[in-house]
């Protein structure tokens, strides 16, 4: 055994971790899992409300859809509306409506993410969740009253927040969970946006044609309630970090502080701003998670349109098919996040290795994936398969780039994440304006293979730059050892010092992250 070997088994041993299913951090994993679904709810309900929300007749100017002719339409479900509902919306001002949530969501993020990390993260991302659970109410209201401008209002405070929802769990999750276990935990918090969309696309369905108040105003006020029990459930139960804790077992406030910081007290330096944007490895964090919600919103939202303008097939005819991807990824990313932490636990790899085998999953998965989608011609079957296996993949992600926020930087996480998907999420909203470009009411097998192809070229670079420049070792510009000197002259280091005070700093957290 070498001398890093000895010192980090030694490390490690001195690691008492405690054993049981009730334990502390479990409980705030669950309420963060929860949060997280409960969000996703209130982000994608309205997509679901609005169908039943609208006078089809009214706005129906005679036209039919454009389709495309290559495929036969034998076997072809049309697509029911049901009865037809209050407002004659058509189609731009519909997408107005959807839109509206989004930007108050994106505008949020950093701002959120740089006051979690002054004045904690706790409740921002409670008090944050409570507004947009309560404003749920208000939806009907604002539209009946309001009209379309009302509603887009709401929508957008809405938005403003859950702004705090990514950046603020990434935060705690930070505080919260030792390194080996972050893969599991990361994923299990973050599969709650699948385990939301799975319950609100049918249970919204449910509520819009046998609700109450007209239907579609239940969808509201249920969901509200709901997030508004959870918002107070969470502020009071759940607390920013380990040391904070009044009941916490101290066997786990110790293995916790001292797996993350290697020390029982958590220090909170400024952010060190040139330093972040001088690390290569932020950058592949970034240009992955960009690369995902572009390629991801191809293939949630493309495709579905692609199978019923050439397929002449729409997955919105069965919720249990349009709910079938999003449940392949809620599977996979718990059943591959345990994989991942067996890497890392096992010795076997290391965090850099662990994180570039599992994003290159969940990003080479789909974009090959959207590659054999343009190639499955006029078989429906095949192509729902595919669309699938691909969104299912996708889950390696959680394991991948989503958590090495926490393996670069611990303290700083948050604000990190809140970057990322800031640009990721505006990166997004790409996707549907380039395929609307290319398609350009010309919906032919051709015209969507270069969506498909542009959208898996995205996947692939962003997933080869990562595996490039990425790495899960905890950067120096995060390291205890260094808080106590000025801020300006850490952010202009380039390394941890030569000396012996820098090796043992270097030491200590090789060990805590785990990698050799």
């Known amino acids: ?111 959120f993410g740089m006051l979690a990390k002054k004045y904690g993260a706790l409740n921002f991302l409670g008090y944050g969740m409570l507004v947009n659970s309560v404003f749920a109410f208000l939806v009907p209201v604002a539209a009946r009253e309001g009209g379309v401008w009302g509603l887009c209002i709401v929508r ?35 599969a709650g946006a699948q385990f939301g969309t799975i319950i609100s696309m049918p249970l ?28 107070i459930a969470f502020i009071i139960w759940v607390y920013e970090d380990p040391s904070a804790h009044p009941t916490i077992d101290e066997r786990e406030k110790k293995y916790i502080n001292t797996s993350l910081w290697g020390t029982t007290e958590i220090k909170s330096p400024p952010i060190p701003f040139k330093a972040i944007f001088k690390c290569l490895p932020f950058y592949a964090i970034l240009f992955a998670h960009m690369g995902h919600n572009y390629g991801y919103e191809t293939l949630m939202t493309e495709l579905p349109t692609y199978m019923k303008q050439v397929l002449r097939f729409s997955l919105k005819s069965n919720g249990l098919l349009s709910s079938l991807p999003y449940l392949a990824m809620w599977i996979f990313s718990m ?36 590659i054999a989608a343009s190639y499955t011609g006029c078989d429906r079957v095949l192509t729902l398969a595919i669309l699938t296996i691909g969104v299912g993949l996708n889950g390696g992600i959680y394991s991948g780039f989503k958590i090495n926020h926490l393996d670069l930087t611990p303290r700083f996480a948050g604000f990190l994440m809140a970057i990322t998907n800031c640009s990721a999420n505006l990166a997004g909203l790409l996707a549907p304006i380039a395929a609307g470009n290319l398609i350009n009411n010309q919906p032919t097998i051709a015209q969507w293979q ?45 390394q941890i010092p030569s000396n012996q005070n820098g090796n043992d700093a270097r030491r200590r957290i090789s060990a805590i992250s785990g990698n050799q």
């Open 1 to 111: 055994m070498t001398s890093k070997e000895q010192i980090m088994a030694s490390e490690e041993k001195d690691l008492d971790k405690p054993s049981g299913f009730f334990q502390t951090r479990f409980f705030v994993t669950f309420m963060l899992f929860l949060g997280m679904a409960n969000a996703y709810v209130m982000r994608t309900n309205m997509s679901v409300a609005i169908v039943a929300m609208v006078n089809h007749t009214a706005i129906n100017d005679g036209h039919d859809d454009v389709m495309d002719d290559e495929c036969p339409d034998s076997n072809y479900t049309e697509v029911d509306h049901g009865q037809d509902g209050e407002f004659a919306w058509n189609s731009a001002l519909q997408g107005y409506i959807l839109s509206s949530f989004f930007y108050g969501y994106v505008i949020t993020q950093i701002p």
């Open 450 to 494: 270069k969506v498909f192809f542009i959208a898996a070229f995205i996947y692939i670079i962003a997933g080869t730059f990562f595996n490039i420049f990425g790495s899960g070792e905890r950067q120096y510009w995060d390291n205890p050892d260094n808080d106590v000197k000025d801020t300006n002259a850490l952010e202009s280091q380039t």
């Open 204 to 231: 919204s369905g449910l509520l819009a044609e046998y609700g109450f108040d007209g239907g579609w105003p239940s969808i509201f006020y249920v969901f509200g309630t709901v997030g508004t029990l959870w918002s």
């Open 156 to 190: 957008f405070i809405q938005g403003l927040g859950e702004g705090p929802i990514v950046p603020c769990t990434h935060a705690l999750l930070a505080k919260w969970i030792p390194p080996n276990e972050r893969s599991r935990m990361g994923a299990a918090v973050y």
């Open 335 to 370: 059943s591959i996040s345990v994989v991942a932490d067996w890497m890392i636990s096992s010795k076997r790899f290391n965090h850099t290795q662990t994180r570039k085998v599992m994003n290159s999953i969940g990003q080479y998965g789909p974009g090959l994936a959207l």
